[in-house]
């Protein structure tokens, strides 16, 4: 890492302020062939470290822009390198003019994630906290971000550590007593570390546990609207999407008929799948037929089914509430501003789910729908809180190949395999748990891991 690499490090659009970033040995000496001072004596070579630095941004005669310029020399930065950074006016073309002209003196634009990346390999960092910086410019809800900045403070690397030393401590002893059988005794200790190894795998399963409320945390829950044509199902969406005022996204999905919209419920993320086909006035239930409709909430998290009350139920309704039994749904009475025909007592007669009565049109209801839907993921079965939350794939692959060595330990042990079998494989548990932190992981790995973030982070 002897070159100095250089990224526009904030959105290349218009804004306030652009930061173009600067990390290597060199930084200060290009930073100083293009900054110039207001009264042209200041040289950013001689400023003290930590200093801001008001001036232009020149190559040769021309100027390029007014910037403030920051020096953090290494290795207290966030690189653990010698910092520059240049905070310019936020114009997309001001921003790439500056970037092109610390280039053009000596740095090299820097590939995706390569300012956390030396981060990561100048041990600023572990590799788990590495991924928490993803985690947090990509937090969609409050929890999934305080989830992340847990994780960039440490916290899944301290829960690992503890694991790891544990385990380390248990090799030692075995390799200790095999080497000095005479002073140190392992008579009886397949039973001590068969109980060390139980614990151990306890502390695993509880953070694999995690897995599930971390992925509801961080993607949002899948939400699939489902109803028969005209139920109200478009009117709903609307003024849930409206009423939360969220951050409204359409994503254009796998198919060209699925609509995404992504809407943040008491701090929850929702994710509202709608099909092209259930929003069309055709009538798809019948079009496509019950199964079909139902394949579309097949792994939805939460089912939300509308009826309309002003219609009798069908042998489509029936069929649906029955398929939804053993889902997790809400049956929405919609229009309840008209003359029912179809009521809430007559509803749950057909279903053990939540019946919600609602006017969509009059926008009755809602709060009570909301209410509901919190109390099923949140006081329910979700509980977030400070405690870790997993939510990284590669993490959590990592936990089960732990714990599934942990699990051969306990084989050898009541097989009463001879000593030298448990480190083995309480030495793959140490390793798995290893890779979680980046302690011996591969280039290839890492290359990965950092092409997925943005340029300049
Ligand atoms: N302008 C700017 N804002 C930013 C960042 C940045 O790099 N630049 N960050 C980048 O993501 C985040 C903040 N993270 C940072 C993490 C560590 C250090 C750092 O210099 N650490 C040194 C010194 C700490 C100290 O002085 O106490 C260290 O840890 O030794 C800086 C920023 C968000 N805001
Ligand atoms: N009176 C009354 N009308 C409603 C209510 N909710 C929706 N409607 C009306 O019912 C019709 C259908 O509403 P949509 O929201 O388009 O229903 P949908 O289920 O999305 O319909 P499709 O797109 O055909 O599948 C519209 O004319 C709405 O104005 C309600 O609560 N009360």
Redo the contacts with the bound molecule.
Sequence with gaps: MTDTIAAV?TAMTASGIG?I?MSGPDSRKIAGKVYRSKGGKKRIEEVSSHTINYGFICDGEETIDEVLV?V?DG????TGEDTV?IDCHGGVLAMKRVLETVVKYGARPAEPGEFTKRAFLNG?MDLSQAEA?IDVINAKNEYALKSSLGQLKGNIQKAIQEIRERIIFQIAYIESALDDPEHISIDGYGETLGKEVELLKERLQQLLQTVREGKLMKEGIKTVILGKPNAGKSSLLNILVGEERAIVTDIAGTTRDILEESIVLHGISLRMIDTAGIRSTEDVVEKIGVKKAIEYAKDADLILYVVDSSVPLDENDREILELLQDKRAIVILNKADLDPVVTEDILRKKTKHAVVSISAKEEEGIDLLEQQMKDMFFDGELSFNDEIYITNVRHKAALEEAKRSLELVENSIQMQMPEDFFSIDLMNAYEALGSIIGESVGEDLVNEIFSKFCTG?
Excluded: D, G
């Design positions: 490090a930061i970033r920051m953090m290795p207290r930065s966030y950074e600023r910086v982070k």
